[in-house]
């Protein structure tokens, strides 16, 4: 693990905010942008298109009514088209509460210590993910990037893509639990078979959410099955409030199972193929003439 990983998201989005703008300036001809991220880079990208989008002109706002469009105009990513959001094994409620980081096996007084010790280890990272961050009086990042501020656009932008997709890992992940990785609190998550589609043996369940209204969630008590806490629900009522596309995945049958984590995003595993259905050949580094897309791992 690179020391840089430590940083924090926020410090990362910034670094990854301006690599893109890099890649942009370098590439006139771009016109479309995509993001496949892995595990943490998944909190890192959907801070840095918080800052990398841009919204829609006035006078675009003027041509498309002027041309009797009901459509409203769209932002952009630095300029060009957003396309797809992917995320695979990412912790998007964090990684605090019952469950959310598997290798401390679900008990309470392990969890409880490892939120007061985290910041030790992963230093700042560490405090965003067990949400224990409360930079010059904010709410932790990971509630924060919730809504937009002033020149943070973070909904706006996650907003604006065509397709998000979660991919998540069901078991033998043992650093980013089911529930964090497919926003979903406990009573949600779905009972999964094994799959019987010989070309995407480790999909084993797909399910396709629409945008709700966050009140959606309001009656439901957060603490209703004892796994999730208040923060947790806003996370998930708020990161609800765009459509997603979850796509779970097992390794239960595979001899590296137990590198599941890992092994979810690499060149050659049965991911390869889940991406491919879905648009891409693997999770490398792909450009086009036109479309850019990144990978964050």
Known sequence: MSKLTLDGVDVM???????VLDVIQEKPNLRKISFVAHSVGGLVARYAIGRLYRPPKEEDKEDMSG?????EPRGTIGGLEAMNFITVATPHLGSRGNKQVPFLFGVTAFEKAASCVIHW???????????????EGKPPLLKWMLEDHDEFYFMSALRIFKRRVLYSNVGY??????????????????????????TYPHIVYEEHCKACDADRYENISTEDDGSSDKLE????????????????????????????????QLNGSPLSLVLSKHGY??????SSSHEEILCIH
Do not use: M
């Not at 979850?246 to 001899?255: I, T």
């Open 13 to 19: 989005g910034e670094r990854l905010t301006k690599e």
């Open 67 to 71: 041309n009797g469009c009901k459509e």
């Open 121 to 135: 280890i992963f230093r700042r990272t560490g405090r965003h993910l067990f949400l224990t961050d409360d930079d």
């Open 173 to 198: 992940d043992h650093i980013v639990g089911w529930r964090t990785s497919s926003i979903r609190r406990d009573s949600e998550l779905p009972k999964w078979e094994e799959s019987l589609n010989e």
């Open 233 to 264: 629900g806003e996370l998930v009522r708020g990161l609800s409030r765009v459509s997603w596309e979850k796509v779970d995945v097992s390794f239960h049958s595979s001899r590296q199972r137990f590198a599941a984590h890992s092994v979810i």
């Open 281 to 286: 050949d693997n999770c490398d580094y792909n």
